[in-house]
C-alpha cells in the first residue's frame, strides 16, 4: 500500500522511529558480527537488509495529516504486539 507523504515527513517519521528502537545500535551489532567465508557475509547481509525493511512505517490506520510521533507511535503499538504473539 503506498501512502502520498511529502519527502521530509516521511524522512522524519524515518528517523524518529529508527532512533526510538535502537535501529542504529542494532545495525552496529550486526556489523560487529565475525564473517569467516561467504556464507557469513551473505547472512550478515540479509541480517542488515531485513533490519531496515523490517523498520519501515505503515501506519495506514493514521489519517493523512496524522503527526509523525502518532505514527511512530503506532507502529510500535502493532509491532510490539505482533512480537508477544
Known amino acids: 500500500m503506498a501512502l502520498r507523504l511529502e519527502i521530509d515527513f ?39 537488509t531485513n533490519l531496515f525493511a523490517s523498520a519501515q512505517i505503515r501506519a495506514p490506520c493514521c489519517r493523512a495529516g496524522a503527526p509523525r510521533w502518532r505514527r511512530v507511535d503506532r507502529w510500535l503499538e502493532d509491532h510490539s504486539a505482533a512480537a508477544l504473539s
Do not use: M
Open 10 to 48: 516521511a524522512a522524519r517519521v524515518y528517523f524518529d522511529s529508527g532512533e526510538r528502537i535502537g535501529l542504529a545500535w542494532i545495525k552496529d551489532q550486526i556489523e560487529t558480527l565475525p564473517v569467516e567465508g561467504n556464507w557469513q557475509a551473505v547472512a550478515r547481509g540479509t541480517l542488515r
